[in-house]
């Protein structure tokens, strides 16, 4: 079967950007599990949604802004999931890895991120990051 590769989301998922996480950044619906959370705002570092990053970041441990627009630009490469532990209902860790680069130069980053559910809804806490 042949991938039509530019159309996949950029969370790697292997469906269009609508049908993917433009559900969660540009339809207000509300992501299922903590993994679907991340990839859509892994999906919102590649467009810049500060407003969503924000949304969906736990009021307990958000910032007040986040600046995207003034740091450099990370041009996105890809994103691995590589866990997604929901040790109770409401709470969940998810391991991954991004891929980026600025001014031509690869970075990765590995991390574990922390993800509580309140009413329903996912929230990212905080992650720590690995050492490759
Ligand atoms: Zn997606």
């Known amino acids: 079967m042949t ?4 159309l996949d989301c950029p969370c790697g998922n292997t469906q269009q950007y609508a049908n993917c996480c433009g559900r969660y950044l540009d339809n207000a ?3 299922a599990t903590a993994e679907i959370l991340m990839r859509s ?6 467009r810049y949604r500060e ?3 924000l949304a969906t970041w736990h009021p307990d441990t958000r910032p007040a802004k986040l600046d995207l627009a003034a ?7 890809g994103l691995t999931v590589k866990h997604h ?7 969940a ?6 891929r980026y680069k600025i001014n031509g130069r690869a970075y990765r980053l590995h ?3 922390r993800f509580v559910r309140e009413a329903g809804q996912w929230f990212y806490i905080d992650g720590a990051l690995l050492e490759n």
């Open 41 to 46: 705002r892994y999906t919102a570092y590649t």
């Open 85 to 91: 532990d929901q040790p109770t209902v409401d709470q």
């Open 111 to 113: 991390e574990i991120s």
């Open 71 to 77: 740091q450099p630009r990370n041009q996105w490469q």
């Open 93 to 98: 860790t998810v391991e991954f890895v991004a």
């Open 51 to 53: 407003d969503y990053l």
């Open 3 to 6: 991938k039509t590769k530019i």
């Open 29 to 31: 619906e509300m992501a």
